[in-house]
């Protein structure tokens, strides 16, 4: 178990380091992982079951608690986020298929590591539980729609099709999940220690399977998706914290809005663009992988650092305050 929480730990800290390296290795050597693109649906399958086996009652409190909040992010994450990769896709006039990927990573429920980068920037954990959950489990309706009426633009899209493929890769193994943990009971405690590293593992090879179909086209296209992905990203982090500054909310409230919004689903968005369409239409899926979660674990970094900064300085404020009063004692 020491072992387990060991590389759960490694995972954690070091995550943006490790997308990086493997987003590499299947770049320069994409024929070592090509074999893993038609295992990304599973794969996907799989990580949806584990978020199912670790769900609690609990996770859904926070609906409860802060009705507001956890609507706010749901709102944003399927009512502004296509509209922004629409929006992108039109300004940097991009092909179709691109256009079409970038707006169904716009279209996609929150990921799963935004809990992880939400927990590393100090923000409010429960808060993104809860709302990664509530989206993903909005998604076999809500992904569809977004997509068919944005995408639409570029190709007609077949909704029945992609609900039902949604149901199956995110609904069907989130069920089968929460059934194995209702009647393992402790021993689903136990094999829950394991799955955040098991889970970790499967991502990391939907990016690889993913990167390595898409190698030839993410080199061709340069830059350019890389930009459109980040501004995409970017967009996200700014209408959370817009929309949190204007309703009054904490600073880790923020945090947590921000990063649910800015950080999509991009593994669901890479398999639904290859089984549905085509891999160039998973490219902004691959490309958002790599982008997400590198700027979210710069980004939490950034929160960490500045939250230490203050520490410091409320530190030394208040010593300096104890002497002061020290001293007007020493005087009386």
């Known amino acids: 178990m020491k072992v387990l929480s060991k590389v759960n730990v490694l995972f954690r800290d070091y995550l943006a380091w490790i997308v990086v390296l493997t987003a590499g290795a299947a770049l320069i050597i994409p024929e070592a992982f090509t074999w893993l693109a038609p295992w990304v649906t599973l794969m996907l399958q799989f990580i949806m079951f584990t978020m199912g086996a670790t769900m609690k009652p609990s996770d859904f409190s926070q609906v409860f ?88 633009a570029y190709v007609e899209i077949a909704f029945m099709p992609m609900f039902i493929s949604i149901l199956q890769v995110v609904l069907l193994p989130i069920l089968l999940g929460l059934v194995a943990n209702h009647f393992l009971g402790s021993h689903a405690e136990k094999a829950s220690q394991s799955l955040p590293t098991l889970s970790s593992i499967a991502v990391l090879m939907v990016l690889a399977g993913t990167v390595a179909v898409n190698q030839a086209n993410i080199v061709s296209s340069g830059l350019l998706i890389f930009a459109v992905v980040f501004v995409h990203n970017l967009s996200g982090y700014g209408m959370g914290y817009l929309v949190s500054r204007l309703l009054g909310y904490s600073k880790e409230s923020t945090r947590a809005i921000a990063i649910e919004i800015g950080l999509q689903n991009t593994g669901l968005a890479s398999s639904l663009g290859m089984t549905h369409f085509s891999p160039l239409t998973a490219l902004a899926g691959a490309v958002g992988a790599l982008v997400h979660t590198l700027f979210g674990s710069i980004y939490a970094s950034l929160c960490a650092k500045k939250d230490l900064r203050e520490a410091k300085a409320d530190t030394k404020k208040s010593k300096m305050a104890h002497n002061q009063v020290a001293v007007a004692q020493d005087v009386k």
């Open 65 to 152: 608690k802060q009705p507001l909040k956890v609507f706010v992010v749901v709102l944003s994450q399927y009512l502004f986020m296509p509209l922004s990769a629409y929006l992108l896709a039109r300004l940097f006039q991009l092909p179709s298929e691109i256009a079409l990927g970038l707006i169904l990573v716009g279209s996609v429920p929150g990921g799963t590591s935004s809990n992880v980068i939400t927990y590393l920037s100090n923000g409010d954990v429960p808060l993104s539980i809860t709302a990664t959950s509530v989206s993903t489990l909005l998604s076999p309706l809500l992904t569809p729609l977004m997509l068919s009426f944005y995408g639409g």
